[in-house]
């Protein structure tokens, strides 16, 4: 199908969004009047210059307060739309959006709306304008499709027809079934946008909070494919309002909008039981394959995951990094090309069933692919690099042999920790919508409902990406871009079955656990009610806990090292969080 976008969507003047939208690949766009507007350009040179791009300009957006008025102010209303159509004819669209009356009705009749519309149909004729008329969710009196397809319907005029807004009808809970039940050729255009779930006016809710579908809380893959069903062939465009998008690179935006129709034309296929999605099919992860660490100088990495009873397996037979290996566990520390740079982490590598399939999808995306140095004989890993920069490697399977490239270390799979249990990436918050988006369409894994937590420098906004099962955890968190400690921390936790047992080991190693306040254990012990000699363990030992009514975590933290740290992480029984409620007194005792 045909995609599209409004400039609403993206940043910079209106040449520079038109230029983006095209070299990301966008069929066409929705001209947001405000941009044309502030343009130095004339319409004529817009023309030109999309059709030198290869886009169609497939909306003029929007048009407001002309139903529902008196007759003086519909007199008004189809001089400004003669005006405009003027505009639109010089431009080259060919279909206006016209809004539901949020400002100036007085009248509540669907016949006087509809005989209004109709007159508007007349006069736009004339100009070979086509009008598609919108409920917004805050419409005075018409504020569902429903009662807008009414309205379309009566007007009965072959200009007149709707436009239908996955927003105003989601974002109200209206059923969108009844979409089937419209004419295809009376939907004259589909604008699509995700939200999170928030309780707040819809108005300000739409303005500030839309999101690319994939990124909120809407069933967007069933809405659409009832759009699809009714047998709407025009273009899927993208109107989302957003702070951040607005004032983010808008190349990188561009890209990462198409990313999103990519995926939910894709899921709308599926919904609709078409055998064949648009991307290749993917299964999710499997597991961790591994998790890399880079600095200058990995030593007192090193030093830590000896502590916590890692074994080193070896080192790369030519390249400057080592494997160290604890059960399932194996930490990558890598020094190739780190100068200057203190431990970070840099790779997650993901088992997958079928890592050229991973990365075919991953390229169908528009994922930066990552390339780095291979050497005769050694086994290549397919890998993407994330919005964050973290680079993600698809292995397992066939491509585990790159174990075996590592020499020289003990074959010993080390002590008590058992395997990765989530790794835990911070996100710069103009990038953390995109992350979503990219875990969920590029990996498959299932984006959970976020959630905040207080922290010492501000409220930390995190989002858990998982996949069934939950043996691939990534939550990710928006932390304060950049603060006097440099930039966020990232860490890695590790499973066990006895935190207390790997804790005082490792103590009698030399580690230096977190130091975790008294003030926590007295919190503890009147909030979950644990025994006294419980408390005195956890206590002496800096474990901190919780519980549920599905099991309970047990989890203690190392001293960071350069901008990561390590956690270990005791589950018992069915428990599947983090111990949200325990992070700020993990923050607060970092920061200090
Ligand atoms: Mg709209
Ligand atoms: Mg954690």
Same mark, same amino acid.
């Given at each position: 199908?045909?995609?599209?976008?409004?400039?609403?969507?993206?940043?910079?003047?209106?040449?520079?969004?038109?230029?983006?939208?095209?070299?990301?690949g966008?069929?066409?766009?929705?001209?947001?009047?405000?941009?044309?507007?502030?343009?130095?350009?004339?319409?004529?040179?817009?023309?030109?210059?999309?059709?030198?791009?290869?886009?169609?300009?497939?909306?003029?957006?929007?048009?407001?307060d002309?139903?529902?008025?008196?007759?003086?102010?519909?007199?008004?209303?189809?001089?400004?739309?003669?005006?405009?159509?003027?505009?639109?004819?010089?431009?080259?669209?060919?279909?206006?959006?016209?809004?539901?009356?949020?400002?100036?009705?007085?009248?509540?009749?669907?016949?006087?709306?509809?005989?209004?519309? @109709?007159?508007?149909?007349?006069?736009?004729?004339?100009?070979?304008?086509?009008?598609?008329?919108?409920?917004?969710a805050?419409?005075?009196?018409?504020?569902?499709? @429903?009662r807008?397809?009414?309205i379309?319907?009566?007007?009965?005029?072959?200009?007149?027809?709707?436009?239908?807004?996955?927003?105003?009808?989601?974002?109200?809970?209206?059923d969108?079934?009844?979409?089937?039940?419209?004419?295809?050729?009376?939907?004259?255009?589909?604008?699509?946008?995700?939200?999170?779930?928030?309780?707040?006016?819809?108005?300000s809710?739409s303005?500030?909070?839309?999101?690319?579908?994939?990124?909120?809380?809407?069933?967007l893959?069933?809405?659409?494919?009832?759009? #699809?069903?009714?047998?709407?062939?025009?273009?899927?465009?993208?109107?989302?309002?957003?702070?951040?998008?607005?004032?983010?690179?808008?190349?990188?935006?561009?890209?990462?909008?198409?990313?999103?129709?990519?995926?939910?034309?894709?899921?709308?296929?599926?919904?609709?039981?078409?055998?064949?999605?648009?991307?290749?099919?993917?299964?999710?992860?499997?597991?961790?394959?591994?998790?890399?660490?880079?600095?200058?100088?990995?030593?007192?990495? &090193?030093?830590?995951?000896?502590?916590?009873?890692?074994?080193?397996?070896?080192?790369?037979?030519?390249?400057?990094?080592?494997?160290?290996?604890?059960?399932?566990?194996?930490?990558?520390?890598?020094?190739?090309?780190?100068r200057?740079?203190?431990?970070?982490?840099?790779?997650?590598?993901? @088992?997958?069933?079928?890592?050229?399939?991973?990365?075919?999808?991953?390229?169908?995306?528009?994922?930066?692919?990552?390339?780095?140095r291979?050497?005769?004989?050694?086994?290549?890993?397919?890998?993407?690099?994330?919005?964050?920069?973290?680079?993600?490697?698809?292995?397992?399977?066939?491509?585990?042999?790159?174990?075996?490239?590592?020499?020289?270390?003990?074959?010993?799979?080390?002590?008590?920790?058992?395997?990765?249990?989530?790794?835990?990436?911070?996100?710069?918050?103009?990038?953390?919508?995109?992350?979503?988006?990219?875990?969920?369409?590029?990996?498959?894994?299932?984006?959970?409902?976020?959630?905040?937590?207080?922290?010492?420098?501000?409220?930390?906004?995190?989002?858990?990406?998982?996949?069934?099962?939950s043996?691939?955890?990534?939550?990710?968190?928006?932390?304060?871009?950049?603060?006097?400690?440099?930039?966020?921390?990232?860490?890695?936790?590790?499973?066990?079955?006895?935190?207390?047992?790997?804790? /005082? &080991?490792?103590?009698?190693?030399?580690?230096?656990?977190?130091?975790?306040?008294?003030?926590?254990?007295?919190?503890?012990?009147?909030?979950?009610?644990?025994?006294?000699? #419980?408390?005195?363990?956890?206590?002496?030992?800096?474990?901190?806990?919780? /519980?549920?009514?599905?099991?309970?975590?047990?989890?203690?933290y190392?001293?960071?090292i350069?901008?990561?740290?390590?956690?270990?992480?005791?589950?018992?029984?069915?428990?599947?969080g983090?111990?949200?409620?325990?992070?700020?007194?993990?923050?607060?005792?970092?920061?200090?």
């Amino acid at each position: 199908m045909r995609r599209s976008i409004a400039t609403v969507c993206l940043s910079g003047s209106l040449v520079a969004k038109m230029h983006a939208a095209a070299a990301a690949g966008f069929d066409g766009i929705e001209v947001f009047e405000p941009d044309l507007v502030a343009s130095e350009l004339s319409p004529e040179e817009i023309r030109a210059l999309a059709a030198r791009l290869g886009l169609s300009l497939d909306l003029y957006q929007p048009f407001r307060d002309i139903e529902g008025v008196t007759d003086e102010l519909f007199r008004d209303g189809l001089r400004r739309a003669e005006a405009k159509f003027v505009v639109m004819n010089r431009l080259g669209v060919d279909t206006m959006l016209v809004c539901s009356n949020a400002g100036t009705a007085t009248i509540d009749s669907d016949e006087v709306s509809a005989a209004q519309l @109709r007159e508007l149909g007349d006069l736009a004729a004339r100009y070979g304008v086509r009008l598609a008329f919108e409920a917004l969710a805050w419409g005075r009196y018409v504020d569902d499709y @429903r009662r807008s397809w009414n309205i379309v319907e009566l007007a009965d005029h072959p200009q007149v027809g709707l436009c239908l807004d996955s927003f105003h009808i989601l974002s109200r809970g209206h059923d969108p079934a009844a979409i089937e039940q419209i004419p295809a050729e009376k939907i004259f255009f589909l604008q699509l946008a995700d939200a999170p779930a928030l309780s707040m006016d819809v108005l300000s809710w739409s303005r500030h909070h839309r999101l690319f579908p994939g990124e909120g809380s809407f069933d967007l893959p069933a809405f659409l494919a009832h759009v #699809l069903r009714a047998g709407y062939t025009g273009p899927l465009s993208l109107e989302v309002f957003n702070d951040t998008f607005r004032q983010t690179d808008v190349g990188r935006t561009a890209v990462h909008a198409l990313r999103s129709l990519l995926w939910l034309e894709d899921q709308a296929r599926r919904a609709m039981g078409d055998a064949g999605g648009l991307l290749t099919d993917i299964e999710p992860p499997t597991g961790f394959d591994f998790v890399e660490v880079k600095a200058e100088d990995t030593g007192p990495v &090193e030093v830590v995951l000896g502590q916590l009873g890692f074994a080193f397996r070896g080192r790369h037979r030519s390249k400057p990094v080592n494997l160290w290996t604890s059960g399932d566990a194996r930490i990558v520390l890598n020094e190739q090309q780190a100068r200057d740079a203190l431990p970070h982490l840099s790779a997650v590598g993901l @088992r997958v069933d079928d890592d050229a399939a991973a990365a075919r999808r991953g390229a169908e995306l528009m994922a930066p692919a990552v390339h780095r140095r291979t050497y005769a004989s050694e086994v290549p890993l397919e890998a993407v690099e994330a919005p964050d920069g973290t680079e993600i490697f698809f292995g397992g399977g066939s491509t585990s042999g790159w174990v075996e490239e590592f020499r020289g270390g003990s074959g010993a799979s080390g002590g008590l920790v058992l395997g990765v249990d989530h790794v835990n990436l911070a996100q710069p918050w103009q990038y953390f919508d995109e992350a979503v988006l990219f875990y969920t369409s590029v990996l498959a894994l299932d984006a959970q409902t976020g959630v905040e937590v207080a922290g010492p420098r501000g409220l930390v906004r995190s989002r858990v990406m998982s996949s069934p099962g939950s043996a691939v955890r990534l939550p990710l968190n928006v932390v304060p871009p950049v603060d006097e400690h440099g930039p966020a921390s990232q860490h890695i936790a590790l499973v066990c079955s006895d935190v207390r047992q790997v804790v /005082r &080991e490792a103590r009698a190693r030399g580690l230096a656990v977190l130091p975790v306040p008294t003030n926590y254990y007295d919190d503890l012990q009147a909030r979950l009610g644990i025994d006294a000699e #419980l408390r005195r363990e956890l206590e002496q030992l800096d474990i901190l806990y919780d /519980r549920d009514a599905d099991g309970e975590y047990f989890n203690a933290y190392t001293q960071t090292i350069g901008h990561v740290f390590f956690e270990i992480v005791e589950r018992r029984g069915g428990y599947g969080g983090y111990g949200a409620t325990n992070a700020p007194v993990r923050m607060a005792a970092q920061q200090r």
